[in-house]
């Protein structure tokens, strides 16, 4: 399979396939992806710094999410998949301001925040 494919928006991966999600701006690491665990993640955050970053990253074919109406949960800062128990991202709360994200597990089950509105001021 080739890929993953990536849209990285002022930011920075520091693993081929996510890792931790540097600010190109200020250095802050500002969470960190699990490189083997997603299918799809589209993960958007302001920093601290005020800089708005994004990172897209995928395999095989872009999907379209159909139902993206369920939530990871999250333990000890960790978002997890509901259905498999596989952590797909973290978050370093202390270094942003608000987060958004779209995900597909790799066992297929879409995530969304549902932040619509918080998606259109990030795109
Ligand atoms: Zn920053
Ligand atoms: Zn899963």
């Known amino acids: ?17 996510g890792g931790d999600i540097i600010c ?5 690491v500002l969470g960190h992806i699990e490189p083997m665990n997603y ?4 993960i958007a955050f302001v920093c601290k710094c005020k800089n708005i970053v994004k990172a ?4 095989g074919k872009r999907p379209t999410l159909t139902h ?8 000890d800062g960790k978002y997890i998949c509901q259905s ?3 952590p797909l991202f973290s978050v370093n709360e202390e270094n942003g301001i608000s ?10 089950v879409e995530y969304d925040t549902k932040f619509k509105n918080k998606w259109q001021d990030l795109d």
């Open 1 to 17: 399979m080739r890929g993953p494919w990536k849209n990285l928006y002022k930011v920075k991966l520091n693993r081929v396939s």
């Open 56 to 59: 897209e990253l995928y395999r």
């Open 84 to 86: 498999c128990e596989t």
């Open 68 to 75: 993206p109406d369920r939530k990871l949960y999250n333990k």
């Open 39 to 42: 299918s799809y993640i589209k």
């Open 24 to 28: 190109e701006n200020c250095n802050n």
């Open 99 to 108: 987060f958004a994200f779209n995900a597909v597990c790799k066992c297929g």
